[in-house]
């Protein structure tokens, strides 16, 4: 049996073990969070999050690109989100890769060069403030106020804020 396989089994059980409920597509919190992919970070449980609550998005880095834009515009404008919780966190791979490198790797693994930026960093901090940046720039967003980084310590477990000179 393959780990899907292993997977679906676990989702039956589950599904099986809850009552039938129908949550709200509004989060009731009204909160979007943008985090990294990393298998480490689960994000309901560190945040003390329940089902139906925020919105979590996810990506390599937990950066700010044109598709975590757009769907934080979605989230906003049709279901309600006024703010944006950033969530980077210590040893991420992101860390690790050079933009260049990683893209020559994937030209020569496939002949193609990528379209996407790579998004890496070498600096968590200042990637969470450029996060923060990016979002209060954007003309696609309604909310810009409520926006705040963090860095979440996958060792201690603890988030760590990140500020921007002139704004908290």
């Known amino acids: 049996m393959g780990a899907i396989d292993e997977l679906l089994a676990n989702n039956r059980a589950f599904a ?11 989060p009731s919190r009204r909160l979007a969070i943008v985090t990294c992919m990393d298998s480490r970070l689960d994000v309901f449980a560190a945040l003390g999050l329940r089902d139906g609550e925020a919105h979590i998005l996810r990506n390599a880095g937990g950066v700010i690109t044109d598709d975590v834009i757009r769907s934080l515009a979605v989230s906003q404008r049709r279901l309600g989100t006024r703010e944006v919780m950033l969530v980077h966190h210590t040893d991420c791979g992101m860390l690790s890769l050079s933009d260049d490198g990683f893209r020559a790797e994937l030209q020569e693994a496939t002949g193609v060069a ?19 940046l990016r979002v209060r720039r954007s003309s696609f967003l309604l909310h ?3 926006v705040r980084g963090f860095v979440y310590d996958v060792d201690s477990h603890r988030l760590r ?3 921007v000179e002139g704004h908290r």
């Open 161 to 163: 804020e990140v500020e």
């Open 144 to 146: 810009r106020e409520i």
């Open 114 to 132: 990528p379209a996407f930026a790579i998004e890496s960093f070498s600096d968590l901090d200042a990637d969470v403030r450029q996060s923060i």
């Open 16 to 26: 099986g073990s809850l009552p039938a409920e129908h949550l709200e597509v509004r």
